[in-house]
C-alpha cells in the first residue's frame, strides 16, 4: 500500500520588524475603533453615521490581519474575513470608496 503525501503550501512567515509594524497598527486601529463606537453614538449627523457604520467591517478585516501578523507572525487564513468571500470583500472596498469619495466631494 502506497501512502501520498499531500502539498500544504505553507503561508509565507512575517519578519520581526514587520511584526512591530503591525503591533504598532493594531494599537493604533484598536483606539480608532473605539473611538469610532463612541463617535457612532454622540454624532448627530446621520450620515457620518452611516459613514462610520459601513468603515467598520473594513476595521475588523485590518485589526484581524495585524493581530495575526504580529501575534501568530503569519497571514491570517482566511484573508477575506469577515466577508463570505473574497469577492465580497473586494466589491466591499470598491463601494466604500466610492461611497467615501462621493461623501467627500
Known amino acids: 500500500m ?18 512591530i509594524l ?3 497598527i493594531l494599537a493604533v486601529g484598536v483606539v480608532a ?5 463612541w463617535s457612532i453614538g454622540h454624532h448627530e449627523m ?3 453615521r452611516w459613514q ?11 485589526l ?4 495575526h501578523a504580529a501575534v501568530h507572525g ?12 473574497q469577492r465580497v470583500f473586494n466589491g466591499y472596498v470598491v463601494v466604500w470608496m466610492v461611497l467615501t469619495l462621493t461623501a467627500a466631494g
Open 46 to 48: 446621520a450620515a457620518m
Open 2 to 19: 502506497e501512502t501520498k503525501s499531500i502539498r500544504a503550501t505553507a503561508r509565507p512567515a512575517v519578519r520581526w520588524p514587520f511584526r
Open 74 to 85: 503569519q497571514s491570517a487564513k482566511p484573508e477575506y474575513w469577515p466577508f463570505a468571500s
Open 22 to 24: 503591525a503591533a504598532l
Open 64 to 67: 484581524r490581519q495585524t493581530w
Open 33 to 37: 475603533t473605539v473611538g469610532m463606537a
Open 52 to 62: 462610520l457604520l459601513a468603515g467598520l467591517p473594513g476595521f475588523a478585516w485590518l
